[in-house]
């Protein structure tokens, strides 16, 4: 059951331990019980499933990152274990716990989040997360989204995250407007980030994904501005114009397996670039 933490052998140790037994607690969280009667939605928001023909979905993944860092620095590199519960319409309890190296630094994280229906169109986002290292990583971090459906498969998402570091915190609000039509998904995202006592920092993110087959999908994001990341080994927060271009999907093998994969590559300003990839293996219960 600890086969994903052994992935880094060594870094999950001493006053880390704790990890290891809320991974083990996560995949028990995480395994297959009886079935929960809800009711389960289309993309367009319409009920479409009675009661008790609703299925609970679990899903659990684990997988490997490794980023390539130009200017001889040294590869980032993250390992990580997440998990999915859909118990009902719009409602998704979701997880994760993760380990970072960036530059020899270490970090370990634990996220936990929730999606819930506040209204018939409107599903409110809840998510947490705490860094007992947080070398690089926030020491804590709170996020809330408020999701709306729209006429005509749109969709608009308004969210606020406060990121809290050890000399600062660092706000972050965006707004996205969504559309789906046919078997694919356009957004795009404003973001607006301040560091505490400065000016706000503009971010743009425009994504395309199509879906295709039963549950699989593949896309591009493309994103530029200006944002601030805390450097560890100074303890200082930097502003830096970036910009970026990711290709993300999963592809189910059968019903019960998929890959996840991730390709991206990272600007930062003149520092460096980053070229990387990360690859997951998910399991349906």
Same mark, same amino acid.
């Given at each position: 059951?600890?086969?994903?933490?052994?992935?880094? %052998?060594?870094? $999950?140790?001493?006053?880390?331990?704790?990890?290891?037994?809320?991974?083990?607690?996560?995949?028990?969280?995480? =395994? %297959?019980?009886?079935?929960?009667? #809800?009711?389960?939605?289309?993309? #367009?928001?319409?009920?479409?499933?009675?009661?008790?023909?609703? !299925? %609970?979905?679990?899903?659990?993944? *684990?997988?490997?990152?490794?980023?390539?860092?130009?200017?001889?620095?040294?590869?980032?590199?993250?390992?990580? $274990?997440?998990?999915?519960?859909?118990? &009902?319409?719009?409602?998704?309890?979701?997880?994760?716990?993760?380990?970072?190296?960036?530059?020899? +630094? *270490?970090?370990?994280?634990? +996220?936990?989040?929730?999606?819930?229906?506040?209204?018939?169109?409107? !599903?409110? +986002?809840?998510?947490?997360?705490?860094?007992?290292?947080?070398?690089? /990583?926030?020491?804590?971090?709170?996020?809330?989204?408020?999701?709306?459906?729209? %006429?005509?498969?749109?969709? /608009?998402?308004?969210?606020?995250?406060?990121?809290?570091?050890?000399?600062?915190?660092?706000?972050?609000?965006?707004? *996205?407007?969504?559309?789906?039509? =046919?078997?694919?998904?356009?957004?795009?995202?404003? =973001?607006?980030?301040?560091?505490?006592?400065? &000016?706000?920092?503009?971010?743009?993110?425009?994504?395309?994904?199509?879906?295709?087959?039963?549950?699989?999908?593949? &896309?591009?994001?493309?994103?530029?501005?200006?944002?601030?990341?805390?450097?560890?080994? #100074?303890?200082? !927060?930097?502003?830096?114009? !970036?910009?970026?271009?990711?290709?993300?999907?999963?592809?189910?093998?059968?019903?019960?397996?998929?890959?996840?994969?991730?390709?991206?590559?990272?600007?930062?300003?003149?520092?460096?670039?980053?070229?990387? +990839?990360?690859?997951?293996?998910?399991?349906?219960?």
């Amino acid at each position: 059951m600890l086969t994903t933490i052994k992935l880094y %052998p060594g870094k $999950i140790v001493g006053k880390h331990s704790i990890f290891i037994a809320l991974a083990t607690l996560f995949i028990q969280v995480v =395994s %297959p019980s009886p079935a929960i009667a #809800s009711t389960a939605t289309d993309d #367009s928001g319409i009920e479409n499933v009675s009661q008790a023909d609703f !299925t %609970p979905i679990k899903e659990v993944e *684990t997988g490997l990152g490794y980023e390539d860092v130009s200017g001889g620095l040294t590869a980032w590199q993250r390992y990580y $274990i997440e998990g999915m519960y859909r118990f &009902g319409r719009h409602k998704t309890l979701y997880g994760q716990i993760l380990h970072t190296d960036r530059f020899n +630094v *270490t970090d370990q994280e634990l +996220v936990s989040g929730l999606y819930y229906p506040l209204g018939i169109r409107t !599903t409110g +986002v809840a998510e947490i997360s705490y860094s007992p290292s947080h070398n690089a /990583l926030a020491s804590k971090s709170l996020f809330g989204q408020l999701q709306v459906t729209l %006429p005509d498969d749109w969709g /608009l998402h308004i969210g606020h995250r406060i990121k809290q570091h050890p000399d600062t915190n660092i706000n972050i609000t965006s707004i *996205t407007l969504e559309n789906y039509f =046919s078997d694919y998904r356009g957004a795009y995202t404003l =973001s607006k980030s301040s560091l505490s006592g400065t &000016g706000l920092r503009t971010g743009h993110n425009l994504r395309f994904s199509r879906y295709y087959g039963d549950s699989n999908s593949i &896309g591009i994001a493309l994103a530029s501005g200006r944002e601030a990341e805390y450097i560890a080994t #100074s303890q200082t !927060t930097i502003d830096f114009d !970036t910009s970026a271009f990711t290709i993300i999907g999963r592809h189910w093998l059968h019903n019960n397996w998929a890959i996840s994969y991730t390709f991206n590559l990272h600007e930062q300003g003149d520092s460096y670039t980053r070229r990387g +990839v990360t690859l997951g293996l998910r399991k349906k219960y």
